[in-house]
């Protein structure tokens, strides 16, 4: 008999984590020297990759803030990774202190960390659960708990779907999340390429394949298709410090360098 | 408060507009916002250093407020979130080349000598509140991969106790599946465990197919949960576990037995509460189940033995009508295999040769004149010897193999028979023809082609079939029939008035003779008397009226089973045409009989004497 699905994820400390070496790039201590030795390989590959980190996690507190705007006060964060400063519920707290956030990562110390900050919030949790699954996702018991799913739901896809390779069929998992989710939701993706620096990004894609969690590139066509069905918001697919800055300053000279497209999509 | 002249004392504050500070606190803020990301807006971020820029301002120009402020606004730094090294470095680079510049203030040796001091204490706070800081976060990200490894730990015990409930128990109703039985048996089978004897009690719900098939499986699964709800109610302590092997068949496994009578009580009790009506969506459901028990020792691979002779018996119970129990008997699981090997050997031995013909007299009752020879399947097995038709005829029957092993017969009796008529012609052969073979399409036609290969005339082949073969005359037997009497061969019914005859059936078929079955040759040993019959019918009156019924339906009537002179003497008397029995001669070998003949045409070359003769046979 094979061992069934339900067998839990292994812990192995001795492998680089991709949610620790972000935490790490962003300037966090959350991490262990062997997700430093990595995120310092691919800082070796991409010298602004702190940069490139920064841009992204700026775009998902705007995309947040745009959503909180849209009158969302209901997040699903997958793939939220070590809690740093600026979690979704902190941002959207600020806005409305009853608004509801499930965070959900394939990390388990990401999730345990996450568990252990949220302690005493009645209004947010962290669950093991895999993007991969969504149907595990949408009837997990506490999601269910805590999120209205006939009511508005923002979801975050923020530096996750790459982590799918195109053999798990990243498109229809993701129209399987979004079409769950009653209309008004926002769905909110932001995704590595090697468009603009093939050979950097190139490299630090190969380095994340050390990881729990290799990195598969796309180009902005095929970042534009997980919108399929979709209403794109305003500016649409674009460079992540494009995408709605709150001054012309943030953008910088050089938008394309920071390699991540991303956009929001609204549900019809 | 700000009355002072500006830039002047030990006491002096900043532009009285505060323009001064206003341009200070942006360039602080951007240089902040550069090194490091802290999602907060920009007015938020403005307020932060607006209010450290007033605490720097007040160090250096009146002096510090207190022991340690300079280290306070490096760790309030932290605090807010601007915790790395760029962050401390624009904060140097701002406060050093701007601060004084932005006041609009002279950077005379006291102030500058308070800026020095500010920093040094500024970036002492600041390294080791973000010391601390990183200190925190190495321990919460140490406590949470711990954690996460207990979680998994945890996780993977709980879905090991899950998979081998998985694995140990069935999925519809709950109990213990075969698996884990096999298991419990197996412990108690090892030589620790101090139980030794055990008892098993199979369980197979009758006919649950067309249940499934007539009321659908959703209801069949409803019974089966119910099924193994009551079973399962049965249990106590003593029984030690109810299970479910598959489908519709359940098992109990009863420890510490003294003998079957305990497992059987079980059984009973089991079949006792399967035998209350099932209920399904307020139908009635009628349900009957049937049991195989087995008990002994488990020693030493003693539990293997005991659960395969529980469904043996389980078997028996099916096969003896269902419903039922029946306890497992090693006699009869002996005789079952043996027969089982016979069997299996069959096919062999007919490629093989090994069967072969016996023939035993047919004598003409008035006459004393061998008339005919019935020929015998006889097996002659390398190991058990020679094996009367008894012994294998029903076997051949179940697997078929009646139909090769029936022709084989048929042309060795054909040829046979055919030898003799050079020595006594006329002398006519009989041989038995199975229910299978009567129904294959065929057998005239092989019939015809035995007769043309041996020579024999078709009127001295006599086929012997039962009162069941033509009990229901199918399409194919009577013309099977038709033909062979076409042909010319003679039709006899076998074993006649034992079974269920169809009388109108005698009328209707092409039939050459009846053969009485040997019941009627021996007379009862008490006449039957019938309260309220009018006169007692004696064994003589039955017998003389099945012997009319035959004549007057002009067949030949053979009487078998003829042992003693007196019971010849009788048939004679009752105007049986021909007789069969050991008193004339028991099955023999070919040689045998031509001995006899050649013996009888012997005797008759001489008067004959006044007693019936007997061919001479030797006792085997
Ligand atoms: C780079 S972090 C992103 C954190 C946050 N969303 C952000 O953008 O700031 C990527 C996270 O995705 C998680 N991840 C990767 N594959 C995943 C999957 N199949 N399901 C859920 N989470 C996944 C990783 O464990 C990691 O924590």
Known sequence: MERPEWAPAD????????????????????NFEVDREFARQALAAVPDLRLVARANREFLHRAVRFMLDEGIRQFLDIGSGIPTVGNVHE????????????????????????????????????????????????DHPEVRRLLDLDRPVGLLLVSVVHAVPDHDDPYGLIRRLWTA?????????????????????GEGARLSGRTNTPVTARTRAQVEDFFTGLDLVEPGVVWSPLWRPESEADVGEHPERMSFYVGVGRRR | MNDRPAADGADDRPAADGRGVGEFVTAWATALHRAHYVPISAEQRHRIVTGLADRVVTAVLAGPGGPGEGRRIGADLVAAGFGSPEALGGTIAVLTSRLLGDLGVAADPTRTARLNDLLAELATGFTSAAHDHSLRAQDTVRLAALAARTQAEEALRVSEVRFRRFATHDQLTGLPNLTLLTEQLGRLSTAEAPTDRVGVCCLDVDDFAAVNDVLGYQVGDLLLREIAARLGALADGRFDLVARLDSDRFAILVRDTTCAGDVVKIADRALAVLAAPFRVNGTEVPLTVSAGVAEGTVADGGAARLMRAGEIALHWAKADGKATLRLFDQDRSNADAERYRLSAAMPAALRRGEFTAAYQPVTALRSGRLAGVEALARWRHPQLGLLSAARFIELAERTGLVVALGSQLLEQACRQASRWQRIQPGLYVSVNVSVRQLHR??????????????????????????????????????????ALMQLGVRIVIDDFGVGYANLANLRSLPLYGLKLDASLTRPSAQPARWPGARRPGTDDDFLGTVV????????????????????????????CDNGQGWHFGRPVPPDEITAGIVAQQHREAVPPGPELPVIPVQRR
Request: net charge negative; aromatic share 2%.
């Open chain 2, 548 to 575: 009319s019924l035959g004549h007057r339906l002009g067949l030949v009537v053979t009487a078998e089973g003829i042992e003693t002179a007196q019971q010849a003497h009788r048939l004679t008397a009752a105007g």
């Open chain 1, 181 to 201: 989710l009653a209309p008004g939701s926002c769905v909110a993706i932001s995704h590595v390429t090697t468009d603009s620096r093939p050979d950097e990004m």
């Open chain 1, 11 to 30: 812990v192995d400390l001795s492998r680089p984590s991709v949610a620790r070496a972000y935490d790490y790039w962003l300037g966090g201590s959350h």
């Open chain 1, 91 to 138: 941002i959207a707290q600020q806005v409305d202190p009853h608004s509801r956030v499930a965070y959900v990562d394939i990390d388990p110390v990401a999730v345990t960390h996450s568990t252990h900050i949220l302690a005493g919030q009645p209004n947010a949790v962290a669950l093991l659960e895999d993007l991969r699954h969504p149907e595990a996702i949408l």
């Open chain 2, 441 to 482: 399409t065929g057998l005239a036609g092989e019939v015809a082609q035995i007769l043309d290969r041996t020579g024999l005339p078709p009127h001295l082949l006599h086929l012997e079939i039962t009162e069941q073969a033509v009990i229901d005359l199918t399409g194919v037997v009577t013309q099977t029939l038709a």
